[in-house]
């Protein structure tokens, strides 16, 4: 089992940034992929960024795309979303997820909801124009 817990969420106006914080407990001993998605009001839940934590690899959404770094802390067992240039379309809520087989990166959809096992309860971000 793996227990996931977001941070970071706020209030902020356009053009501003954001550091989302997603710590991992449980049984986080081997490399995984992990992944922050996001769900605005009234609509689906959309992949913005995964990362493998035993390698280089990063994926992004094509709305994360120049705007948004995820990165990782491995002794602290966390990782993070960068938000940079925040934009009203971006408020919603953004939860952290683990796919331990990285079954998303192996076959070419990371962001497909049915590799991930484990999810956080979510932190909001809200951008005002």
């Known amino acids: 089992q793996v227990q996931l817990v977001e941070s970071g969420g706020g209030s902020v106006q356009a053009g501003g940034s954001l550091r989302l914080s997603c710590v991992a407990s449980?049984?986080?001993?081997?490399?995984?992929?992990m992944a922050w998605f996001r769900q605005g009001s009234g609509r689906e839940r959309e992949g913005v960024a995964l990362?493998?934590?035993?390698?280089?690899?990063?994926s992004y959404g094509d709305s994360a795309k120049g705007r948004f770094t995820i990165s990782q802390d491995n002794p602290k067992n966390t990782v993070y979303l960068q938000m940079t240039n925040l934009k009203p379309e971006d408020t919603g809520m953004y939860y952290c997820a683990a796919d331990p087989g990285c079954g998303g990166m192996v076959d070419g959809t990371p962001f497909a909801l049915y590799h991930y096992n484990y999810w956080g309860q979510g932190t909001q971000v809200t951008v005002s124009s």
């Open positions: 449980g049984s986080t001993g081997s490399p995984n992929c």
């Open positions: 990362l493998y934590t035993g390698g280089a690899y990063t």
